[in-house]
C-alpha cells in the first residue's frame, strides 16, 4: 500500500480519455425528471415510508413500557425494533444526510438529525466516514474508512494478512452484530480524535469540544429513555431491558452491515491505489462503476426495506436523487454504460450477493504476501 498518502490527502481521478460517460449519463438523467415533470427529492411514497418505519420503531417500545410487556414477547418487540432500526439507517437517515430527501435544506438537516440522534449517533462524523470518505474514494484503501481493517476483520487487499482472517468469512458476522452497539457506546467518540487527527475533521479545538458536549448530551438522553426509564422508573427486569436492547442492536448491527457490504466487499470490485501525488488514472464516475455492485434490482421489497441501497450503482453517481427514484433511472444508468463500455455490475439475487460477499471475505482472509503486493 502507498504509505506516503494521508487520509487528509487529496486524490485527483485524471482520465487521459477524458470520457463523455458522466456528462451524457447526466443529461439522461435530468432529461428524466423534466419529461416526467417530477422532484429529484422524497415523494408521498418515500414520506409514508419514512412514517411506517419509524412507526415500528417507536410503537412497539411504548407498547412494552405501557403494557409492561417481559419475556418471549418482549423480545419479539425488540426483534422488530432492531429491523426497523435498520430500515430508519438505510432509508430515512441515509436519504437525509445525503440531502436527498428534500429540496429544502433544512429539512434534510433535521430529518437527517433527528433519525440518527433518535439511534444513538452523531450526523457529523457519519458525513465525514460516509459522505466524504466513502463516496469521494470509494474502495481507494488508504482514504475509504469502510474498508479499512477492523479489529480481526480485513476488507481490501492491500492490507496484511493475518492467521485469524483465514475464518474471518465464518465469524464476521457475529462482529457485524456488534457494529451498533459500538456505535452508541464508543464509535462517535473515537471517531471525533481519529479524524481530527488524520485532518479529516477541519473544526477548531473549541468547535470539537462543543460537538462532544452535544453529542454526549444526545447518548445520555438516549440511554436514560432505553435503559434507565424502564429499569429504574418503570420496574422492569434489568437483564431484560439490556438483553432486549442488546438484541435490537444486534439484529440492526447485521442487516446494516451486510447491506452496505453487498455493494463494494465483493468479488468483482476493484481496489485501486492512487500514486504517491494522489493521483487515480480513471475518471470518477467510472471509478464508481468498477467500485461498486448492484443486487436484487428487480425485488420491489429489498428496494423497499434497503432505501435503494441495492442500487449503490445509481446511488455513487447521483447520491442527491432520493432512493424512491432509483428503480426507474437503473436502466438508464445500465444502458449508457453499456453504450460507452463501462462494466455495470450486479448480483441478481441477494443470495448471490451474499455468497460474493463470503466468498470474497474467504479470498482476503487466505491471500499470500505475493497478492497482497500486487493487489
Not at 425528471?33 to 427529492?41: A, G, P, T, V, Y
Not at 429499569?231 to 442492536?249: A, Q, R, T
Request: glycine share 6%; proline share 3%.
Amino acid at each position: 500500500m502507498n504509505q506516503t498518502l494521508r487520509v487528509s490527502d487529496p486524490i485527483r481521478f485524471v482520465s487521459k480519455d477524458r470520457s463523455q460517460f458522466f456528462p451524457i449519463l447526466r443529461k439522461r438523467i435530468d432529461q428524466y425528471f423534466i419529461e416526467n415533470q417530477m422532484s429529484k427529492h422524497a415523494n408521498s411514497e418515500m414520506v409514508v415510508k419514512s412514517i411506517i418505519l419509524l412507526g415500528g420503531y417507536v410503537i412497539p417500545y411504548l407498547l412494552m413500557l405501557y403494557f409492561h410487556v417481559t419475556g418471549f414477547a418482549g423480545y419479539i418487540l425488540y426483534a422488530f425494533m432492531g429491523v426497523c432500526v435498520a430500515g430508519i439507517g438505510m432509508s430515512v437517515m441515509h436519504d437525509a444526510n445525503h440531502g436527498a430527501y428534500s429540496k429544502k435544506q433544512k429539512v434534510n438537516d433535521w430529518v437527517g438529525r433527528l433519525s440518527l440522534n433518535f439511534l444513538g449517533g452523531s450526523v457529523f462524523n457519519w458525513k465525514l466516514q460516509h459522505n466524504v470518505l466513502h463516496h469521494n474514494y470509494t474502495n481507494i484503501a488508504t482514504h475509504d474508512d469502510d474498508i479499512k481493517e477492523r479489529l480481526a476483520l480485513k476488507f481490501n487487499p492491500h492490507t496484511k494478512t493475518k492467521g485469524v482472517h483465514k475464518y474471518q468469512y465464518i465469524y464476521a458476522f457475529f462482529m457485524y452484530g456488534l457494529i451498533t452497539i459500538y456505535w452508541v457506546l464508543a464509535k462517535d467518540l473515537v471517531q471525533l480524535i481519529k479524524f481530527s487527527r488524520e485532518g479529516v475533521n477541519k473544526n477548531s479545538k473549541s468547535e470539537n469540544v462543543v460537538l462532544f458536549l452535544k453529542m454526549t448530551v444526545m447518548k445520555v438522553l438516549y440511554f436514560l429513555a432505553m435503559i434507565y426509564l424502564p429499569i429504574y422508573i418503570l420496574n422492569f427486569s434489568g437483564f431484560f431491558i439490556i438483553s432486549g436492547f442488546m438484541l435490537m442492536h444486534f439484529i440492526a448491527g447485521i442487516i446494516l452491515t451486510v447491506v452496505f457490504q453487498l455493494a463494494h466487499t465483493v468479488e468483482g470490485t476493484s481496489h485501486p491505489l492512487a500514486s504517491e501525488t494522489g493521483l487515480i488514472e480513471n475518471d470518477w464516475a467510472i471509478h464508481q462503476l468498477n467500485t461498486t455492485v448492484n443486487f436484487s434490482r428487480h425485488s420491489s421489497f429489498i428496494s423497499w426495506y434497503v432505501g435503494g441501497l441495492n442500487f449503490q450503482v445509481e446511488h455513487h453517481l447521483f447520491p442527491k436523487i432520493c432512493h424512491v427514484h432509483y428503480p426507474a433511472l437503473a436502466p438508464i444508468v445500465k444502458a449508457t454504460a453499456e453504450e460507452f463500455g463501462v462494466p455495470y455490475l450486479e448480483n441478481k439475487t441477494f443470495g448471490e450477493a451474499f455468497m460474493s460477499h463470503v466468498h470474497f471475505l474467504r479470498h482476503l482472509g487466505q491471500m499470500t504476501s505475493m497478492e497482497e503486493a500486487i493487489g
